[in-house]
């Protein structure tokens, strides 16, 4: 054989098995679902080019009361992994769940978490002339304190171990990496929101997805919608709320990015006060938006609060 | 208005339908009921679905098309040829909160309204509020549910200029209301205009050739049009509009007949006398193509089970279709052969899924098949006197609620809930000119 035909053989051999390398590769990624597109983001941050990621609920859409999709229940069905909140935030998932047929791991993210019960318990659904309570004990929007969010991620890095040995170090590497960024979010966060002076942090939001954020970091949030966007807000909901904005002088009134801002509008108008700009509750902003990553969104938050939460 | 107890035989009690008891658990329960219309007959027929046995018959005007309400609370009878639409409570609301679920359960009943005008055909729910068209008069009646369960109702018109086979959807604090062809409107409409409460056109007309068939599937609307279909979103409580066009893919054809995936965001329409589309307005490709054996006579979506929808056929055949795959997956023969040749309105089998049960109506026969939706065999069989047609069913598993003890609230308001609002029906005829 000439020198010529084994440098070609030996190149040919070589791209065969560049391109095996490849499909294998392709083949072998981690196939997760993930709920929202907060969950999203953790789970990108932790798998990186290692999984094939598909969000059910996007960028500023609103999971309460998302209606999933056919394409939604396909990915389920291909999924090694599935990533939820838990703690009833997806109304949609069982069924959805259950039109797939899915074999994949389904992992609540917020086991382990601090989790705040629902002062009020649940939440009243209203047919004809009488009402029926619902019990939601549980509050889920726990994100929205990073050292929640920590315990996301290390459950995903777990979750991802589990189904993939092989990309464990990785998985593993990735999350030591993301929660020592998560650890000086922390601090920003808690910096950001100190600087406003103690007697003006009070804020009015839609709805209550910012508990988690009150008790870690010591705003107060009011909101004439519960934990939520399901139940509309009562014209007697409004009423309290006004009331209560009156009492503890809430210094700035939010829209969230999930949400109709109408009635914060409203709200705002009627207590005297001017819109703040938008807080990002339960999803990321478009990928062009403040709040594309989970990062970008805590930041982009107390910031905002900071900078109209402190001005006269 | 109780009809004399018709001498109903039960042929068969079947498994399927008898699986889910009445009383499941400590505070959940199950009910299904059946609403099936004669062909030719002014009576409505009930059936408990769960003991497979009748509960009531209600006179009415005339052969009606039933459509039931989103929560399952009304059923309504609208009776083209008679001139009226009749509202019937169903006696069963069923609220599915996605995580857990409510049921109430009492007897079914004629409520007393009764919505008069000439020739109603088109009828459509839009979050509690309903929308009657009457074709020769070209005026839409619009009432509120809850008003015509209580035998009351405040009735708004909408004057969509010339009488026309149209179309209006009460939309929040809009109407989207069917355009006349403008040389002939005997012809289908040309598009949706959306008004305002006082009449006002807002925004261009969505055009929309040969309109025919409406559905909705949780918080999404269409219009079939020659073209494609117009796909109505709420953008901050406004309608928007978007044309979305039928894939160069397709053959010829178009949809005038749509149902709404209910669990699952998607719109199934016939497309051509042999054929359903699938179609997912989310996805680049939107449409996905179905061809059946023969000619189709009915299709129906699974409320329960959202990964599949039934497509009924004239040789006789009940197929399931899988959504997610986009393929027929199980087929099986019930009847004999129903011919699509003749009138649309011809007696055909009519597709509705109660509980575990696909049941399927056989107008020739007298009866109704029963069809175990797990299995996909049939489990028995209804016998109904005369030429059973038009069917849907009501009903679900939940928690029954004692609004007695406890779970009063004082919440002193009016407060419509925001269901989504799909509903069965049967409007199913083909307009080819």
Request: glycine letters at 10%; aromatic letters at 8%.
């Amino acid at each position: 054989m000439s020198r010529a035909r084994k440098l070609a053989l030996v190149a040919g051999l070589t791209l065969l098995w560049l391109q095996l390398l490849f499909t294998v590769q392709a083949e072998e990624r981690l196939k997760v679902v993930a709920t929202f597109s907060i969950i999203g983001d953790f789970a990108q941050q932790v798998g990186g080019e290692r999984i094939e990621l598909h969000t059910i609920v996007g960028p500023n859409a609103d999971a309460h009361v998302y209606e999933p999709r056919p394409a939604d229940a396909m990915a389920l069905a291909r999924a090694d992994v599935v990533l939820t909140n838990g703690l009833m935030f997806e109304g949609f998932l069982t069924r959805l769940i259950e039109a797939s047929g899915t074999t994949g791991k389904t992992i609540a993210l917020t086991e382990g978490a601090d989790i705040l019960r629902d002062p009020e318990g649940g939440h009243y659904h209203f047919y004809g002339d009488h009402a029926v309570f619902h019990e939601a004990p549980f509050d889920p929007h726990a994100w929205q304190s990073v050292a929640n969010a920590k315990v996301y991620v290390e459950n995903i890095a777990s979750a991802f171990c589990e189904a993939d040995e092989n990309g464990c170090p990785l998985y593993t590497q990735n999350a030591i990496a993301y929660l020592a960024i998560l650890d000086d979010l922390h601090k920003e966060v808690g910096q950001a929101i100190a600087a406003i002076p103690e007697g003006r942090r009070v804020a009015v939001v839609s709805h209550h997805a910012f508990r988690y954020f009150e008790d870690e970091y010591g705003v107060v949030f009011l909101a004439p919608q519960g934990l939520s966007t399901e139940a509309e807000a009562t014209a007697a909901d409004v009423a309290s709320l006004i009331d209560g904005i009156r009492e503890q002088r809430a210094a700035g009134v939010f829209a969230e990015n999930i949400s109709n801002p109408r009635l914060v509008e409203q709200i705002a108008d009627e207590a005297g006060l001017t819109l703040g700009g938008t807080l990002y509750s339960d999803a990321l902003s478009a990928p062009d938006g403040p709040a594309s990553t989970y990062v970008e969104l805590m930041r982009h938050n107390a910031t905002t609060l900071s900078r109209v939460l402190a001005s006269d | 208005m109780g009809r004399k107890p018709l001498s109903l035989t039960i042929s068969l009690l079947v498994a399927g339908l008898a699986s889910g008891s009445a009383q499941a658990h400590d505070d959940e329960a199950t009910a299904w009921r059946l609403f099936i219309a004669d062909h030719s007959e002014p009576v409505v027929h009930v059936f408990d679905a769960v003991e497979g046995k009748p509960l009531a018959s209600f006179d009415i005007h005339g052969p009606a098309s039933l459509y039931r309400s989103h929560n399952g609370e009304a059923v309504f009878a609208v009776q083209g040829s008679s001139d009226v639409v009749t509202a019937m409570a169903t006696g069963i609301a069923f609220h599915d909160h996605g995580d857990h679920a409510d049921i109430e359960i009492g007897e079914p009943r004629l409520t007393g309204t009764e919505i008069e005008g000439e020739y109603p055909v088109h009828f459509v729910e839009h979050q509690g509020h309903w929308a009657a068209f009457f074709d020769k008069e070209g005026v839409a009646r619009i009432f509120r549910e809850r008003d015509a369960l209580a035998g009351s109702v405040e009735i708004r018109e909408v004057d969509a200029g010339v009488p026309h086979h149209g179309v209006v959807v009460p939309y929040g604090d809009y109407d989207l209301v069917s355009e006349p062809h403008p040389e002939d409107p005997s012809n289908l409409p040309i598009g949706i205009r959306v008004q305002d409460r006082d009449g006002n056109q807002v925004g261009d007309l969505a055009e929309c050739p040969d309109l025919h068939g409406e559905a909705a599937t949780g918080n999404l609307m269409a219009f079939a049009c020659a073209t494609g279909l117009l796909i109505v979103r709420s953008s901050e409580g406004e309608p928007a509009i978007e044309h979305l066009p039928y894939a160069d893919t397709l053959p010829e054809g178009k949809a005038t007949t749509l149902v709404g995936g209910r669990g699952l965001q998607y719109f199934l329409g016939n497309y051509g006398p042999s054929s359903v589309v699938l179609i997912d307005p989310s996805e680049e490709e939107a449409f996905r193509l179905i061809q059946l054996p023969t000619r189709r006579v009915h299709f129906a979506v699974d409320p329960i089970r959202a990964r599949y929808a039934y497509v009924f056929t004239e040789d006789g055949q009940l197929h399931q279709l899988d959504v997610l795959g986009g393929e027929i997956t199980q087929s099986l023969r019930l009847t004999g052969p129903y011919s699509m040749d003749g009138h649309w309105r011809d007696p055909r089998p009519r597709v509705t899924v109660a509980g575990e049960s696909v049941v399927v109506t056989d107008p020739l026969e007298g009866k109704l098949h029963l069809v175990d939706a797990a299995s996909f065999e049939k489990t028995g069989e209804l016998e109904v006197e005369d030429t059973p047609f038009s069917i849907v069913a009501v009903g679900g598993t939940g928690v029954v609620h004692d609004h007695d003890h406890g779970h009063g609230h004082d919440h002193d308001h009016d407060h419509d809930h925001d269901h989504d609002h799909d509903h069965d029906h049967d409007h199913d005829h083909d307009h080819s000119h």
